[in-house]
């Protein structure tokens, strides 16, 4: 499967943004998807994941109540809503894609993941 996220840019606490990720490839709508983000001389961080049936998402404690993630199965892609940011949420943010093992899983660890989109720049400014 192949990703290709976008969205990304400046924006002062307090804005929104919304993070876009095109999932392309013959099963991508069985795929559990997930947002990873990587500040400078830091490890990748779990942000949000969705299922493959989209029934369950989860968050990272510090996003909840302010990120919301989604897919659109018909439009192949995934989306992260992120509202109320933080100088704190500035990082490269990362898709990602696995096949799951059911349809509601979902894993937040890094090395869960094998296919990535090239990453989307967000910056938050004071």
């Known amino acids: 499967v192949h990703l290709a996220d976008s969205g990304g840019g400046l924006v002062q606490a307090g804005g929104s943004l919304r993070l876009s990720c095109v999932v392309s490839?013959?099963?991508?709508?069985?795929?559990?998807l997930a947002w990873f983000r990587q500040s400078p001389g830091q490890e990748r961080e779990f942000v949000a994941g969705?299922?493959?049936?989209?029934?369950?998402?989860h968050y990272t404690d510090s996003v909840q109540g302010r990120f919301t993630i989604t897919r659109d199965k018909a439009e192949n892609a995934l989306y992260l809503q992120m509202k109320n940011l933080k100088p704190e949420d500035t990082a490269l943010y990362y898709c990602?894609?696995?096949?799951?093992?059911?349809?509601?899983?979902?894993?937040?660890?890094?090395?869960?993941?094998?296919?990535w989109g090239q990453g989307t720049q967000v910056t938050v400014s004071a």
């Open positions: 490839g013959r099963t991508s709508v069985s795929y559990a």
């Open positions: 969705i299922s493959a049936s989209a029934g369950n998402s």
């Open positions: 990602a894609a696995r096949w799951p093992r059911t349809p509601e899983e979902i894993l937040t660890k890094t090395a869960a993941y094998g296919d």
